[in-house]
């Protein structure tokens, strides 16, 4: 047996066969175009484009080692009209497929055809058919990372998970995610545990775990190879009083989220997709305090229209009912990007063009969202909220917005209604603004996750400071306070939607602080109404 050790970033308990995912093993997405010619285009641009590369890496290469460097030359003539470019072509017409899959597809069948011919000069040509169709594809960003988990559950190991990974993979068969990288703050994590399912970070990796049997212990960040019997019976035990304690909190299901001494406490779900909502209603949360309206975005090859953002909102107000959704409009950029928004790449992206910022550079898009938000409205009971606030002009901007949608389906006489605003509190600008903000809204919600890494000028996913990083630190919690505060004095309601919320170790702090509401992962829902229901206001606190 040998044992790993990481850092626990969602408890529970995995015991199943470990997949190895390695970034080399991309597959191409295909798609259906309606713009052959478009296709076409783009595979002529990306063979000029290889054929410059490979034509300056000759001439980079020639002084010094003539006898390799040819092989570029050798690649670049193939990329010259001929027999491979026009395969290329002729499946994208045929087949009117994206220009990507039709030089993934193109390759694959040279290589099957010629595969058993032991010709040097054609196995050369092969390989160099394989080496420029990785480039080509590369050059098209026809690269989807799409994990594949095959047919039986297992323990995904990876070096890191992007959020867009998580959300493409099919999660029936998902146990656990181990990680190099990230955090229990980092946005996939995020999305692990609001799916439920175990996870560590910081782990070293090795190839050689692919396809071992293993357990994973989400309570102590450890990993466990080749168990022996004992210890498989003793985590199988283990399993099954995880079940028996879920069983226990159950019982809490129906019950009301009020604190010995009286005081009701909303406590609401953080949801990231239509999934979502059976549990959400399962563990009986009082609404969606947290919409992650992102996964509409994400894991797809063109905007999402009007109509479909639409028909999911409609659909989660319908489901949800009385209960109050709080949609979060998109909060793009940084980690979580898809090719076709186009987001440039930036040396501080923690610190760039992402949340409302972004929304507000592309009016277009975020309009799209505000009139399906609207539209929605009609059918439950909505409330908007926006990331990444800094300052009341962003608020004047948005407001602007609002009432262009709202006259727009005025006009048309489609029905909505004056939806409650809600503005998050994620960055220390926000926090030392917040008795101003909160005049300009009907509440405020505290993201702790990035209000954290702002405060202490330490981005949430790096493994270097995960031992420095303190969630816990004066700093944030005397913020959660001042912010509560100030929007008392303006009778703002203040509710956490980070993850700190779900820390059963501050709820009575956060309690004590008069914090209205506590928006928390479906999973720990019930762990934290728990933890409510045994805190008592009424007697005094000495810490
Ligand atoms: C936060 O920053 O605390 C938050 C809830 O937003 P996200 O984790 O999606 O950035
Ligand atoms: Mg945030």
Known sequence: MEIYKGTATFPGIAIGKILLYQRS????????????????????????????????LYRQNKNIQEAHAGIFLEQA???????????????????????????MTTRDELSNTFRNLEEPVIR????????????????????????DLGDEPVILVTESLSPTELMEMGKEMLLAVVTHQGSAVSHSTIMAKTMGIPSLADMEIHAEWDGENAILDGYTGTLYFHPDAELQREYEMRQKSDMQEHEALLKLKNEKDCTLDGR?????????????????????????????????????ENYPRENELFLAYKKIAETMGNRPVVIRTADLGADKKADYLDIPDEANPIMG????????????MF????????????????????PMITSEEELDEIEELISEVKAGLAEKNIPFRNIATGIMIETPAAVMMSRELARRVDFLSLGTNDLTQYTLAMDRQNPFLRKKYNDHHPAVLRMVRMVVEAGHQENCKVCICGELAADTALTEVFLRMGVDSLSVVPACILPVRKAIRETDLSTRHFA
Request: charged share 25%; hydrophobic share 40%.
């Open 367 to 386: 309009k799209a969202q505000l009139r399906a938000i609207y539209r929605a409205s009609a059918f439950g009971n909505l409330k908007i909220m926006y």
């Open 124 to 147: 050369r040509r092969i390989q160099n058919i394989q080496e420029i169709s990785g480039r080509l594809i590369e050059a098209l960003g026809g690269i989807s990372p799409r994990i």
């Open 264 to 300: 009701m406490i909303g406590l609401y779900a953080n949801t990231g997709s239509m999934d979502d909502l059976n549990s959400v209603l399962f563990y009986g949360a009082s609404g969606i305090g947290l919409l992650r309206s992102e996964f509409q975005y994400l894991g797809r």
């Open 353 to 364: 063009n992402r949340g409302i910022r972004l929304c507000l550079d592309r009016r277009y």
């Open 25 to 56: 093993e991309y597959q191409i997405r295909r798609y259906l175009t309606g713009n052959i010619k478009k296709e076409q285009e783009d595979f002529t641009a990306a063979r000029l484009l290889v054929q410059e590369q490979l034509l300056e």
């Open 77 to 103: 003539k193939l990329l010259e009209p001929g027999s491979f470019q026009r395969a290329v072509e002729g499946a994208i017409s045929s087949e009117k497929v994206n220009a990507a899959y039709a030089v």
